[in-house]
């Protein structure tokens, strides 16, 4: 058998994907959509070959009855080039849909290679479920994509500079340009990234006039527009977070990007200058000692006190999955199924420890009988405990199919069957598992997939595919009910307690600061998909992204507020305004609801359906007298709703053309811009309209007194007519 080809074609995503595994262990993923393909190349680990192997010759293929795919499911095409072997070729092709009778037998087969899809890009194609540990490494993307919207974006936003009336423009080459009004002098420039901006926002906070842009790099920056100085940079991995530790208040959190960042509750605090070749896989503090496991191989030794880099220690020719570090030793393994051992102060390699028929993948120093010893657990689903010191291996035995993760519980005590007392062990894989030293299973907390395991001693933490942790008192077993549920993240990567909080990573780049009873806390990380929306209110700072989520900052200092959630797609405008006394943030996109959030405390207040196209324009005003929203659509409708209650006020019509942007000229009054370089001005409650004005261009934003942005500058409406 040479290769597996898996190729998928739906409704639900765009384009069609097709991955393809050889046996020699290189894998090709490829996403073809409008206006181009990307492509990407990656490493597999030793164990995805005989688990495809296997899992296709126990299910028959490719004699397994395939019913006819139900309109408009995704189709699934698995095809094998097969070759003789002692138990017959495996070649063929099979059409199905997702989970439709005689499929149920290829599950495992599925599983696997879903799991790819989603490994080989990065996260970057995300129309499959990622349910095993990583088993594709140094993935390097081959064609690069043409941006979304080809049409040159750019973005506009009203607002004053030093004092007088001012418009921001965002276009092509040049991240934000300032212009007065009504003349449109040059008030200032800035070019800082040749990603797109697709946001900006221009308003007042903390006594400074400020400018904030977001785009295609989900990087966003805040301006003093007075001295032009860049108070924040609010940006993340650029990828999944695959490893992080914990200590003294900060996070350390490592990426498919090759960097370490360091993070507090309140943000990023920067990256260490020292960057790996490779993927960050693994990463753990110990006092000072900050030690790093990457895709090249390399085990990094870096010193927390001044950031120097204290050794590189080059000895494992595959890539490294785990790292621990304890009492001036660090140990590391990967996929050599080696565990290595070395002196922390000098680098000096001080043995090698076997055991293993497949990667490692976790790591653990522990305490048996009142001495040191090293736990290790792999893609073989074997534990090991090892002496460290002399390379004795103390005890082994299976876990499961496979294990990702081990770690132990400090102040748990359990009595072996030799009657001597030892920590615990706690492995996450095909389950969650306590174990003796010795091998014997104390109790097994849940048999669903786990990617994660972390434990402060009091309780026990793991991460699923999901993206929801789970917590259990690891004295006896006890299920935390007061669980938090998963929050649109992506798969958990990695978990590491830090002062009775839970820190956790996932595959979406996101990191998140839990409380065991209470829930998330903090989100430190920035949006994991394109900037679309921004909009200041003071000094709160609003932004909506690709990823789905409206994420509230303080605008001076750059510090995460809130994260709301409940959009289950993108998020392609914003707009703020007073209720009842009350900030309010209006969002919508991409799934077509219109929600509004109270800005004090993120609490969602209403949620309206029922527009049949995505939502790019909303804005809030009045009309006969009552607070109301209005939102512009893809197919020109423009409904205005009571801002409370959700009810419809009117829904003006007649605009042709996608609605880009919406203004409350006064009272009653409301701009509308469309695409098609008209802004028309409605007559509210009544929806009588009261003026038209043609740009020859799209309009970008617009003023309260009537002024329009394009991609070529300021222009004059024209005023309501008399009535």
Known sequence: MSHVRYRLTGTSFPGTVELTVWADGRARLEHARAGGVRAWTA????????????????????????????????????TVDGEDGPDGALGGSLLFGWRDGGEVRLEPVLRILDALVYQVGDGAVRETANELPRLAHRSTPD??????????????????????PAYALSRPGRTFSLYGLPYGEDLGSATVT????????????????????????????????????????????????????????????????????????????????????????????????????????????????????????PGHPGWVNAVAAADGLVASAGSDRLIRLWDASTGQELRVLEGHEASVTGLAFLS???????????????????????????????????????????????????????????TAGDGVRVWAVDGTLSRELTGAVATAVASDGALVAAGSPGGTPWFWRP?????????????????????????GNLVCGTDSGTVRVHHPVDGVVAVPTPH???????????????????????????????????????????????????????????????????????????????????????????????????????????DGLVPVRDAETGEDVVVLGGNPGT???????????????????????????????????????????????????????LSRLMPPESQ
């Not at 490592?254 to 370490?260: E, M, R, T, Y």
């Not at 001495?371 to 291996?393: E, K, M, N, Q």
């Not at 077993?477 to 830090?498: H, I, K, Q």
């Not at 919406?662 to 009261?690: I, K, M, S």
């Open 43 to 78: 490493e597999l680990d030793q164990a995805v070959w005989p688990w495809l192997v296997d899992g296709l010759r126990s299910a028959g293929f490719p004699h397994v009855a395939a019913p006819t795919p139900l309109p408009g499911s995704t189709l699934r095409e698995l």
């Open 528 to 634: 994991t998909g394109q900037v679309l929306a921004l909009a200041l209110d003071g000094d709160l700072l609003v932004s909506g992204g690709m990823d789905g989520t409206v994420r509230t900052w303080d605008a001076v200092s750059g510090r995460p507020l809130r994260r709301l959630t409940g959009h289950t797609a993108g998020v392609t405008c914003l707009a703020t305004g007073r209720i009842g006394g009350r900030v309010v943030i209006a969002s919508s996109g991409y799934d077509r609801a219109v929600r509004t959030w109270d800005a004090a405390t993120g609490r969602p207040l209403s949620v309206v359906h029922g527009h049949p196209l995505p939502v790019y324009a909303l804005a809030f005003g009045t009309a006969g007298g009552r607070a109301v929203l209005a939102a512009g659509s893809y």
């Open 368 to 426: 048996v009988a009142a001495r040191p010893a090293l736990a290790s657990c792999a893609l073989d689903g074997r534990v090991t405990v090892h002496d460290p010191h002399t390379g004795t291996l103390l005890a082994t035995w299976h876990s499961g199919q496979w294990a990702t993760a081990i770690t132990t519980t400090p102040e748990g005590r359990a009595t072996t069957a030799t009657g001597a007392v030892s920590e615990w062990l706690v």
């Open 194 to 313: 040749d990603a797109p901006t697709r946001a900006v926002a221009l308003g007042t906070a903390g006594g400074r006039e400020i400018v904030a842009t977001g785009g295609d790099d989900l990087v966003i920056r805040v301006w003093d527009t007075g001295t032009g100085q860049q108070l924040h940079a609010t940006t993340g991995h650029d990828g999944p977070v695959l490893a992080l530790a914990a200590s003294g208040g900060l996070i350390y959190t490592g990426g498919a990007d090759g960097v370490l960042r360091v993070w507090d509750a309140a943000g990023s605090l920067g990256a260490l200058a020292d960057r790996h070749e490779g993927s960050i896989n693994a990463v753990c503090v110990d006092g000072t000692l900050l030690v790093t496991g990457s895709d090249d191989g390399a085990v990094r030794l870096t010193d927390l006190s001044d950031g120097r880099t204290l050794h590189s220690l």
């Open 475 to 499: 004295a006896d077993g006890s299920f935390l009910p007061e669980t938090p549920t998963a929050s649109g993240d992506g798969g958990v990567t990695s978990l590491a307690f830090d002062g």
């Open 659 to 713: 609605v880009r942007c919406l203004r409350f000229h006064e009272p009653d009054v409301l701009a509308v811009g469309c695409d098609d370089g008209t802004v028309r001005l409605w007559r509210l409650p009544d929806g009588e309209r009261v003026g038209e004005t043609r740009l020859g261009d799209v309009p970008l934003a617009l003023s309260s007194d009537l002024y329009a942005v394009t991609h070529n500058g």
């Open 143 to 164: 064609r690069a994509l043409p941006p979304p919207d080809p049409g040159a974006p750019a973005a506009a936003a009203f607002g004053t500079v030093g004092g007088r």
